[in-house]
């Protein structure tokens, strides 16, 4: 396997920034230009990005996209993967939360280690390199319950990459095996944990994830359970879910900490945006007029842009979420600021056809469809962002080629 690297340099694009950057607010220009010149942006200069509209905003987006070719070439990549989850069943009452059910609930599920050792095994089969492995929290979850899942799936599938289990996850394991988070971890780890996924971060500023999570995994518990997983050699994603009760201060302040905490551990492969979805979720329905439906269009284009500037020399892989967007939108994104589609997410009981808004999977051949769309060259590639599979440059796939002012003016026109 060979680490992505298709770095090319397009002077004409930026030549039009140049002239774009002369015809915009000085303050503006002048942050945009820092990060074009490789320098740290502060929360203040982030929050300035964030208010930004009409021209400033397209500045932002097409910095965003020089910046990302500068960092990363002109690759975009996605993974096979499948995501496994073992229950729905959980008590914790995250405000904002759609997926939790309770024990009684003719939707509860909680599958066997047989099931989720099958799941993996007909991921294996079908192309997939690693499986996303998370639940709810269930009272009926044993202090060897977490290892017992990594064993089932290496036993069944031992090259399967296992991303599993989110901080809170580890936090309610830890509690039951009364061990230390840290302890905890490096016994996942010994039985073949191969990274976490760094979701349960929602927003890291304390007053409004008290709102969201009830003050059960505080900022400082979850920035512990993330050092200790990258300190014992367990990489994570970062993310945000954003568009609810937060703001332009709250989205600065907490892609600063995951800045601050990857300049300590250097354990964040990625960083991935998560749009905050309402429907059934308490936090929307008891709230009326208080909360919001969603990001809109442009802050789900400014939130990509302004973390590929935010996070540049830190955290260099920037997902765009195919699942909350859909995957227009998504590839829109890979010239705006974005270098990753995520994962395929393969799940058998929804075919190709039937999927909901997004349905819950993408072929491969669209992953290197769209990101070819993007004018990016299309590879597979592993959870740790080496190439499994080069798809070549865009002319190869007989598809058009779509300017990026263009996919800018689109993604400027709405929100
Ligand atoms: S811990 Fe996870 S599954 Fe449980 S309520 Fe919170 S978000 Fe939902």
Redesign the pocket.
Known sequence: MNSITHLTSHPEPAARLETLLSQIDPQVRRILKKSLAGSELSQEEAVVLFNTSGVEYNALLQTADRVRQLRCGDTGSFVITRNINFT?V?????S??N??KTKEDAEAEFISFTEIADRAEEAWARGATEVCVQ???HPDIDKDFYRNVLIAIKERVPQMHIHAF?P?EIWYGAKKARMTPEAFLQDLKDHGLGSMPGT?AEILAPEVRKKL?KD?LKTDEWVRIIKAAHNAGVPTTSTIMYGHVDGPADWAFHLDLLRSIQKETGGFTEFVPLGFIHYETPLYKENPGQVRTGPTRSEHFKMHAIARLMLQGYIDNIQASWVKMGPETAAQMLRSGANDLGGTLMNESISRAAGGQHGQEVMPEDMVNNIHRAGLHAVQRNTLYQTVQDYGPAADSGLNFTAPSDLIVVAGAAG
């Open positions: 729905n959980c008590y914790m009452g995250c904002f939360c997926f939790s639940g709810g929290l989110s809170f349960a999570t059960k």
